[in-house]
């Protein structure tokens, strides 16, 4: 599959996707911001569409959707939107509905009131979940019938939500290699389908109080009743928007939480959603 990018007012180059780096410019030079900016790319559902896509030393990222400010509210809307808009500033909480069928091999959240500004300077939360290069439609839709570890009481009890295949801080100062699950809520309490993100759409995922992002540093699950290192939701109906490893690369400290806590609510911007 081969993206082109250009035309007016665009960057101009060739997106690569292949099955490790998700797509990449060989024109933008690795650890620098010089690739953020709108990009016309050809969608794999929405045919030619303008979007909007960030680099830094994690690699080169399509925005494709926002969780608008409180994000650890909007991500318990009742209705969660999808449609082929460009996601941006000036965007409420959307989802694109134009790569559903994208091979994913990362999911990134990054919690910033800009991401066409400086995100880079201006960001709280900034975490992503490796994925196996399904389709991103396949990924989220997982929690509305998939068993995965407890985040506490892994073997010995099961929540609903995604599998992934390592999850790491963007930030550089950990990555988890043995991370195997994400547990969205209890039951199959999510209300959501695969086309929902191939056509305009909307979703929920707080049918239970539950709707959440998170990560660990080192367990092998996170979410739902169990420990957490970053995230931002809802579990149980407590809120949370926190991380909890301090400092910066070099100079550090690990920290987690349980179940949420409302100590947890740190911050109350929007987050965007990346994937490549």
Known sequence: MTGKLGGA???SGIIGINDRIGFSNSSIPVGTTAGNGFYNILTPNGGYRRTYCIQD????YMVIGKFAADACLTVAAASIPTNRDTVKDSSGTVISCNFGDYPCHEIRFIGTNSIEGEWWNNRNID????????PFKNVWEQSRYLQVHHANNAGNAWKYGHWCTYCKDSRGRWANHNYHSHAMTDGANVSIAASDFTEPSSFTLNVAGDA???????HESSGQDGFCSAGFGHDDNVIGFFDMTTGSVGSYSFGEVSNFTSVARS???A???CIR
């Open 9 to 11: 007012g665009s960057k």
């Open 57 to 60: 030393e994690q690699g080169f």
């Open 127 to 134: 975490f992503i979940h490796g994925i196996d290069g399904k």
């Open 212 to 218: 959440k992002f998170t990560v660990h540093h080192d």
């Open 267 to 269: 911050w109350a911007t």
């Open 271 to 273: 987050v965007y959603v």
